[in-house]
């Protein structure tokens, strides 16, 4: 049955007007009226929806029953990333969005490529996140995972929280030091709910000043192995083990 993200209150017997982009699609799709979608809104579960009449640009849906049903891992998962450069960072976004990731921060770092500022970031924020909705659109996610605003690595730093017992969070440092701690065994640590922070870098990996000030905000250094992976292929890997892990 084909799946929209609709961003607005939904209940069920009301009648509703799909948003431009949700409607677009159901045109695109050729969807009658009397056909069943389901619609989504990211605060949890599904609905379904009948369609009951289509304009020109613009459809109309009468809502449906509300069905409760969550595939999301059972850990929160950020991916903090030094942005990989061309269309690379489109394709973690949408990797990510449909293994499940909670958020996404992206980063410049000193060995960032990929640098945007001002109405360009704004511009690519936007459209990741809707790379990410269409991601979920596609694999029965029902809750988007948050594409943040791009931001410097040492500002995104000093403005995290502190790690306490009221607000645990793992934070684990992609890493190919020598002597580093496998992420399996980090993760045994920890309460499989306990969420977590992944933090790796772009093409050519963090700079040491860098690399100290993450382990200096509590960023433990974790390997996934003696490979050296690509910046976005190392976040999925992680990604994938992190909620993977959880009896």
């Given at each position: 049955?084909?799946r929209?993200?609709?961003?607005?209150?939904?209940?069920?017997?009301?009648?509703?007007?799909?948003?431009?982009?949700?409607?677009?699609h159901?045109?695109?799709?050729?969807?009658?009226?009397?056909?069943?979608?389901t619609?989504?809104?990211?605060?949890g579960?599904?609905?379904?929806a009948?369609?009951t009449?289509?304009g020109r640009?613009?459809?109309d849906v009468?809502m449906?029953?509300?069905?409760?049903t969550?595939?999301e891992?059972?850990?929160a998962?950020?991916?903090?990333m030094g942005m990989p450069?061309?269309d690379?960072?489109?394709?973690?976004?949408?990797?990510?969005?449909?293994?499940?990731?909670?958020?996404?921060?992206?980063?410049?770092?000193a060995?960032?490529?990929?640098?945007?500022?001002?109405?360009?970031a704004?511009?690519k924020q936007?459209?990741?996140?809707?790379v990410?909705?269409?991601?979920?659109?596609q694999?029965g996610?029902?809750?988007?995972?948050t594409v943040?605003?791009?931001?410097d690595f040492?500002?995104w730093?000093k403005?995290?929280?502190?790690v306490?017992?009221?607000?645990?969070e793992?934070?684990?440092l992609?890493?190919l030091?020598?002597?580093?701690?496998?992420?399996?065994e980090?993760?045994q640590a920890v309460?499989?709910?306990?969420p977590?922070?992944?933090?790796?870098?772009p093409?050519?990996?963090?700079?040491?000043?860098?690399?100290?000030q993450?382990?200096?905000?509590g960023?433990?250094?974790?390997?996934?192995?003696?490979?050296?992976?690509?910046?976005e292929?190392?976040?999925?890997?992680?990604?994938?083990?992190a909620t993977h892990?959880?009896?």
């Open positions: 049955m084909p929209f993200h609709c961003p607005t209150p939904l209940i069920a017997g009301q009648s509703l007007g799909l948003p431009a982009s949700a409607a677009r159901v045109q695109v799709l050729r969807l009658q009226p009397g056909q069943v979608i619609l989504f809104n990211g605060d579960g599904e609905w379904s009948t369609i009449r289509m640009s613009d459809v009468t449906g029953a509300h069905t409760a969550e595939r891992p059972g850990r998962v950020t991916l903090a450069a061309n690379r960072m489109d394709w973690l976004v949408e990797k990510a969005a449909e293994l499940g990731v909670a958020s996404l921060q992206p980063l410049h770092t060995h960032s490529v990929l640098r945007l500022s001002g109405e360009r704004t511009k936007a459209h990741w996140q809707s990410a909705i269409a991601a979920c659109e694999c996610g029902n809750r988007v995972p943040q605003p791009v931001a040492a500002a730093l403005a995290l929280p502190p306490n017992a009221a607000a645990p793992l934070r684990c992609l890493s030091a020598e002597g580093t701690q496998p992420l399996a980090a993760l309460a499989c709910n306990t977590v922070c992944f933090l790796s870098g093409e050519g990996g963090l700079n040491p000043q860098e690399d100290a993450a382990r200096a905000a960023f433990v250094p974790v390997t996934l192995g003696p490979r050296v992976l690509r910046a292929t190392a976040s999925l890997a992680a990604l994938v083990v892990s959880i009896p």
